[in-house]
């Protein structure tokens, strides 16, 4: 089994979320964060005056899924994420040791 963190641009979620629907991927979790890469942050203008912010807002996607789906799973979300520009975001790939579904007791891919 694996477990994929992708860090990608809000606006992006729908068209991941629904890649990853159309392969296969049963859920996800999704959470809003911030943070910043090689970009180091962004300017923006508020009234008239430009200021630097030094966290960008980005959506982190997890997944678990079997070990046959994961390469699958991250070409979708390159694919739906990406645009070719900088701060598309980054794909996190580890393997998972377990999982286990707490009302039925299935473990590992039964559970997933």
Do not use: W
């Not at 159309?22 to 943070?35: K, L, R």
């Not at 966290?55 to 070719?84: F, L, R, T």
């Amino acid at each position: 089994m694996k477990y994929l963190i992708a860090v990608i641009k809000p606006h992006k979620l729908d068209e991941v979320r629904e890649a990853l629907t159309a392969i296969g991927v049963a859920g996800m979790t999704v959470s809003e964060v911030n943070g910043f890469g090689r970009q180091k942050g962004q300017t923006e203008t508020y009234r008239g005056a430009e200021y630097t912010t030094n966290m960008v807002p980005k959506v982190k996607v997890e997944i678990a899924c079997g070990a046959d789906m994961a390469e699958a799973a991250k070409e979708a979300i390159q694919e739906a994420a990406g645009s070719g520009s900088i701060g598309d975001g980054k794909i996190f790939e580890f393997d998972l040791a377990g999982a286990l579904r707490i009302r039925t007791g299935d473990n590992n891919e039964a559970a997933l």
